[in-house]
């Protein structure tokens, strides 16, 4: 993607804004699935990539102020383990019972950098400006966290159409 724009519309370039990004993504889902009456069960696997580098760009040169470019790399993958069952104990009601593991690790990371050479002026610091990588704040950028989630549940269909 690759987006531009003059941010303040006047007749001459004051603010200009563009931005590319590059994103890829995957996705998977595998489930088994069985049972006899009353009892019906699910389980499974998910798994979750995306890859994301974007650079947005602001040139406020035509306003006397700086222009600057930032870097940004997300990489994100997460997966999960699921199973439930479901268990009809009378004609209209079904008790639910599941549980879900799931794993996600995010990398942030984002360089911002001054083009003009007029950040110092206005009080920020030399190149770069923003500086929030692995290499530099380490495991701040990583976000890596597992989690159990459970589900109980009390089915109820008063009629054919309702789910209480």
Do not use: M
């Amino acid at each position: 993607k690759l987006y531009q724009e003059d941010a303040d519309a006047g007749p001459v370039d004051g603010i200009k804004v563009d931005d590319f990004a590059n994103s890829q993504q995957w996705s998977q889902e595998l489930r088994l699935a069985g049972g006899t009456n009353p009892v019906r069960w699910t389980a499974g696997f998910y798994y979750f990539g995306r890859i994301v580098h974007s650079g947005p760009r602001v040139d406020l040169t035509g306003v006397g102020f700086i222009s600057g470019r930032a870097f940004a790399h997300d990489d994100t993958k997460s997966w999960a383990l699921f199973g439930q069952t479901e268990y009809d104990f009378a004609p209209r009601w079904t008790g639910v019972l599941g549980l879900r593991y799931t794993q996600d690790k995010r990398v942030f990371e984002l360089q911002a950098v001054d083009e003009s050479g007029l950040a110092v002026l206005f009080g920020f610091p030399p190149n770069p400006i923003i500086d929030f990588r692995r290499a530099t704040v380490g495991d701040l950028a990583v976000h890596d966290d597992g989690s159990v989630s459970a589900r109980a549940e009390l089915d109820w269909r008063p009629i054919e159409d309702w789910l209480i």
